[in-house]
């Protein structure tokens, strides 16, 4: 009986995490209108980074402020909760820029599950306390991060034919997928 309710729960699982949408809006706010505390974070962390730009934003289940700005030759998303607190942050890369042993899983995972697939985009996500990230940016230091990876990308098969946006854990293997229900009014890209 028990193996019967745990195969369901798994079931459950996994069609619940493959059938997830996400249908972001996001908007241009002013720096007047976030919480002081992520303002704070956001200049030490980044030494008073003049050209930041803030966005409001929203998938329907969260609220976010984030900051988008060029660091190091990379574009950089920071997130936070409305109160302040940095959440993640999210570094625009290149594939080639993923591990090989990374990018070889995530080609795998995509190649056996479409038969045509384009990656949009790829983002290192790094999540752990404000001071730990704080840490990578201004001290180049990983202690207490948890490393994923979120990959926009189209993908088709026989039965799909769709924008998704899947997180991948440090090693490539899948967290998560949804669809990307997007309208081009309600995103800005940076």
């Known amino acids: 009986m028990s193996r019967i309710i745990i195969t369901l729960f798994a079931l459950f699982g996994m069609a619940f995490g493959y059938a997830q949408?996400?249908?972001e809006v996001e908007k241009r706010v002013k720096k007047s209108e976030v919480h002081e505390q992520a303002k704070k974070w956001l200049n030490d962390a980044y030494e008073n980074k003049r050209k930041v730009k803030w966005y409001y934003q929203t998938d329907g289940e969260k609220e976010v402020f984030e900051a988008k700005l060029k660091h190091d030759k990379h574009l950089h998303s920071v997130e936070?909760?409305?109160?302040?607190?940095v959440r993640n942050i999210e570094i625009l890369i290149d594939e080639n820029e993923l591990a090989p042993k990374v990018r070889e899983v995530i080609t795998n995972f995509l190649e056996t599950n479409y038969?045509?697939?384009t990656i949009s985009k790829i983002q290192i996500q790094y999540?752990?306390?404000g001071n730990d990230l704080e840490d990578i940016i201004d001290e180049d230091e990983f202690e207490n991060i948890t490393i994923n990876y979120e990959i926009e990308y189209y993908g088709k098969s026989e039965t799909e034919d769709e924008l998704w946006e899947a997180l991948f854990n440090d090693e490539g293997v899948l967290i998560e997928k949804r669809i990307v229900n997007l309208r081009a009014t309600d995103n800005l890209d940076y």
Do not use: M
Not at 80 to 85: E, I, Q, T
């Open 21 to 23: 949408e996400k249908n």
């Open 127 to 129: 999540t752990g306390h």
């Open 115 to 117: 038969t045509k697939f």
């Open 80 to 85: 936070f909760s409305l109160d302040g607190y």
